[in-house]
């Protein structure tokens, strides 16, 4: 590296910084209230919901009685986690444990973009999209798991039993983390991820339902979830109420849900479309035969955005799981989801006019309610089907001489590819 070029790497560096650090800076002012946005309080949930949680699980049980309790037990840890900064208030040190978490995974982007065949592209996304979210990324706990999800995809470059276990560690916080497993290379690779992911994932299970009673109740009440009104099969019932639709929207299992005729139907038809999204994966991972350095982390976004936009529920702060694997994507040189990553970025700040920003105009369902849910969530489903379409290209042979040769459309050999 001549001194010319690394005076560049420094500069941009510093300026990477400096952007994170005042960015954040803006995120902790509106959590703590110094600015208000406008829209409904985002800061609640951890003020009351996590806080009444915590003084159950302090108590000695889950939340059994509370629907609102829709997590994995290791969620416990999440709610629990203030206990680490006793000499701040509840609310007050969870926002300033999700910026630790915000930090670590600038500085993991950060260091894994500096290595060689790397950039930092993903650092950039990354400092650029979580204040898109505006403060509800920090009033919720879903930017602490997609911090053991970057870490769990970077680690797994070298090391694939660190990439299972956090992977379970992921899931037993917020279910979504086992798709980081799906893209893992062929052969050893794979069964010391998964390997490892199995019996990690069953003795926390085990050590969670021993420690306190109840920490399998979640599964029910997520079962009778119905359909949030920021989904994508939400947009039918959005559109239905302009001509006279007889339902209505509703408070349930804390979160606003369309409630009336015909709204089971297309709930049950999201969930069929995330079990074709599941079938999907599935051939993806039969077929494919070439896995490069940037494979795991490509399906892991790829069947993140797609078990995001088949959700009945897409609430804003789900939009930090695929803008953390997105950053992941783009620190590999080789990866092929810059256009999903871009589509993912202009989500977020859609997102952030949704909620909390125009969130009356979407539980009225007037026009420009309509118009924000068919931006974002028609932005996600682009993201989405273009995920897959290069995943598909990147890694599956597309003719009979490619197979028969064993050589991949781009002359990469058609055989699972060990990380450097």
Not at 200 to 224: E, I, K
Not at 297 to 310: E, I, M, N, P
């Amino acid at each position: 590296m001549t001194v010319g070029t690394g005076t560049r790497v420094r500069g941009s560096r510093g300026l990477c910084l400096a952007v994170w650090g005042l960015s954040r800076a803006v995120l902790l002012l509106c959590v703590f209230k110094v600015f208000t946005v406008p829209g409904p309080d985002v800061t609640s949930d951890v003020s009351v919901i996590y806080r009444g949680w915590y003084e159950v699980l302090r108590a000695g049980s889950f939340p059994l009685d509370d629907v609102t309790w829709q997590y994995p037990p290791a969620a416990a840890l999440a709610v629990l986690s203030p206990d680490l900064l006793p000499f701040l208030e509840y609310a007050s040190a969870f926002f300033v444990l999700v910026l630790l978490c915000d930090a670590l995974v600038f500085g993991l982007l950060l260091y894994a973009g500096g290595r060689p065949g790397m950039r930092e592209a993903g650092t950039w996304l990354w400092v650029v999209g979580v204040p898109l979210l505006g403060p509800t990324v920090y009033a919720r706990y879903d930017l602490m798991v997609t911090a053991v999800a970057v870490a769990a995809l970077l680690a797994g470059v070298r090391h694939p039993r660190v990439l299972g276990a956090l992977a379970a560690f992921g899931t037993l916080l917020k279910v979504w983390p086992v798709l980081l497993l799906v893209g893992t290379v062929r052969g050893g690779e794979t069964r010391r991820a998964w390997s490892t992911a199995a019996v990690t994932a069953a003795v926390l299970a085990l050590a969670a339902a021993v420690a306190l009673p109840g920490a399998f109740a979640f599964l029910t009440f997520q079962r009778d979830r119905g359909l949030e009104i920021e989904s994508l099969g939400a947009l039918v019932f959005h559109v239905a109420r302009q001509f006279g639709w007889e339902g209505r929207v509703e408070l349930r299992y804390g979160s606003m849900e369309f409630a009336g005729p015909h709204v089971a139907l297309v709930s049950t038809l999201a969930l069929a479309l995330s079990v074709l999204a599941f079938g999907w994966l599935l051939v993806w991972r039969l077929r494919a035969r070439t896995f490069a350095v940037h494979t795991p982390a490509d399906a892991a976004f790829t069947g993140v955005l797609l078990f995001t936009v088949t959700s009945r529920v897409i609430s804003p702060q789900y939009l930090v799981w695929p803008l953390g694997l997105a950053a992941v994507c783009l620190v590999f040189r080789g990866g092929r989801m810059g256009r999903p990553a871009a589509l993912v970025l202009v989500a977020t700040a859609v997102t952030l006019l949704e909620f909390p920003l125009g969130f009356a105009h979407v539980v009225a369902s007037d026009a420009e309610g309509v118009a924000l849910m068919a931006v974002r969530n028609g932005l996600l489903v682009a993201a989405a089907l273009d995920a897959g379409r290069r995943l598909w290209r990147d890694t599956v042979p597309r003719v009979r001489r490619e197979q028969a040769t064993g050589i991949s459309r781009d002359g990469r050999a058609d055989t699972p590819a060990s990380a450097p």
